[in-house]
Every structure is written in structure tokens, then in C-alpha cells.
């Protein structure tokens, strides 16, 4: 529970509210948040700033880039002889990156949300892409291209993900093997990063601590059945978190490639210090990758693809990929 004033907020009940207003809730409170501290602080610049030295002794913030995306598909059969299934999908986006200056410090916040739900009649209802991803980072400059950093990140989902058995049994047996902070990814870290150019950044991570957690015993229980496993994503049997300490490796990538065409690309890679297993040859690096490709055909009209990749031998000991092509609505704030 998280006591603000006079207020509390009790994380359960965000766990079992609905995956979309569980988006919509978060990225309304980010946005009206950021909003409000960047035009404080704009108006403090504009007014007393003749100059960029003038703007960075008083602080200010950069233009913000917020999106905010729906897309949708949809097919439809009748008397079609060349075969075929109705169904339609479903997905929302949004994007909010911000980044405060003052003196030789910045302060950067960066929050990627997707969710998508796809239906073939007849099949059972299915997520098409799931990621929450929060990011603050302050660094410091020591020369034009090399800052000290130190900085946090989260990762997680939205919904929960199922799969169903049949076990030989009449019925399929459905379970629960992911939902909201289960698991869920907490790092902090300082470090020595290198940023040559604005849209590249490349940060070394010598002092990293890390957090798995499993807040949901379902999951726990539902995972390590399914997987045949002892643990869940690295939790071992009755606790809640697995306490980590490594060495981490960030490459970000964030630039227009071309005339309405936007590129994001995220690898993160990890390696804990201390042996994630007892035997020391599965202490691998755990690979994560996250590419988003946009391109805007108008004001609010655009096309995205989107490919996710992970490696983690506390999941499974292959590489997982997920990609989607969906168009849409984008809105740029």
C-alpha cells in the first residue's frame, strides 16, 4: 500500500482491475503529470532565458514527445470458397518521452505501453502484445560524450497470459502462467554511459542491482506445473522476489530515419554476479530486445511493426520472439 497524504493506494486493486483501463489509468496519470511539470518550467525559461547557456542555469525541459496509438484490424467470410475465419484485433500504444536540463545534469524519463487482443471466431481470445516499461535516469556530464548515470527501470504486462492443456482429460485445463508484476522486472544502477550523438546511447552498468518478482501465487504454481520447473521465472517456492546483483549493458536508439518514419530500438542485456542456479553453467546473460518501427501516411493515420525478443534461462531456455504489423490512429501531443 502506498500512502500519499491522506489518501492510500493499495497496488492489489490494480492488479485485478481490467488490462485496458489498467493502461488507460496509468498513461492519463503520467501524461497529466509530465504535462504539468514541463509547462512550469517552459514558462520559467521563456521568460528569463535569452540564451541556451541563460536556459541551462535556470533548467528547462525539452519539447515533450508523447503518442498515443490505436489500431485495428478486421476480416470477414460469407460463402467464401477460398477459405477462411472472421476475426478482429484490437491495440493501443502510447509513448511518453521527457527529458529535463540544468548545468551539466539531465533528467530523462521514458515510459513505452502496448497492449493488443486478437479474436479468430471460433478460437479463444488471445493477447497479440503486452509490455509495460518505465525508465528515469539522471546523468551528468563529464566530457561531451561521456556522463555518469545513475538511473532505475521497470518492466511487466498488463494482462494476464494463459495456455491451455489437454492432459487426456474431456476438457482443457487452462493456466495462468504471467499476469501483472508476475513477473516483474525492477533494476538500479550507476554507471558510465556514452552518448555521441542525441539519439543513440550507450550505457555500462558496473553496479546494477535487480528485482524479479512473482506477486501471484497462481502464476507461481500454474508456471512451474506447466514448465515442470522448481522456481517461477528465478522465485524460488514461497518467496515473492528474487534479489540479483550484475553487471548491465543498455544500447537505445531513437531517431527518424526517414521523413515520417520513426525508429526505437532497446537492447538490455544482464549478468549476475552471483549464480542465478546451482550449477554455475546456467548462469547466462539475459538478452532483452524491443524494436518499434512507426510511419505516419498522415496527420493521424500510421503503420507500425513491433518486435520483442528475450532470452532468459529463468523463463525458458530458448529465444522467445514476438512481432506484430498492425495500422491505425496515432496521435502526437
Known sequence: MIMIGRNAFNLK???????????????????????????????????????????????????????????????????????????????????????????????????????????????RRAKSIDRLFMEVKYAHRINP????????????QFASGVVYENDGLPTERKRTISSFMAPGYLSEGVGIEYKPVPYFVLQLGGATLRQTFVASDKVFTDFTEYNKKDDAYGVKKGKKVLFETGFQLVAAFDKDIA???????????????????????????DHNINLIATAKVNKYLNLNFTLLGIYDRDQIDKFQISQGFAAGLLFTL
Open 13 to 123: 486493486y490494480l492488479t485485478r482491475i481490467n488490462p485496458m483501463r489498467k493502461f488507460i489509468l496509468i498513461a492519463t496519470l503520467i501524461l497529466s503529470a509530465s504535462g504539468l511539470w514541463a509547462q512550469k518550467n517552459d514558462t520559467l525559461s521563456l521568460r528569463n532565458a535569452k540564451t541556451l547557456a541563460d536556459s541551462l542555469k535556470i533548467g528547462f525541459w525539452k519539447p515533450r514527445n508523447t503518442q498515443f496509438g490505436i489500431n485495428f484490424s478486421q476480416a470477414a467470410f460469407n460463402n467464401w470458397q477460398g477459405g477462411g475465419i472472421n476475426s478482429w484485433s484490437i491495440g493501443a500504444l502510447f509513448n511518453n518521452r521527457a527529458e529535463y536540463n540544468k548545468n551539466k545534469g539531465a533528467f530523462v524519463s521514458d515510459i513505452q505501453f502496448q497492449i493488443g487482443t486478437i479474436n479468430n471466431k471460433g478460437q
Open 145 to 156: 560524450t561521456i556522463n555518469w548515470f545513475a538511473g532505475a527501470n521497470f518492466l511487466s
Open 259 to 285: 521523413k515520417n518514419v520513426n525508429l526505437k530500438l532497446r537492447y538490455q542485456g544482464f549478468l549476475a554476479y552471483t549464480p542465478k542456479r546451482v550449477a554455475p553453467e546456467k548462469n547466462a546473460i
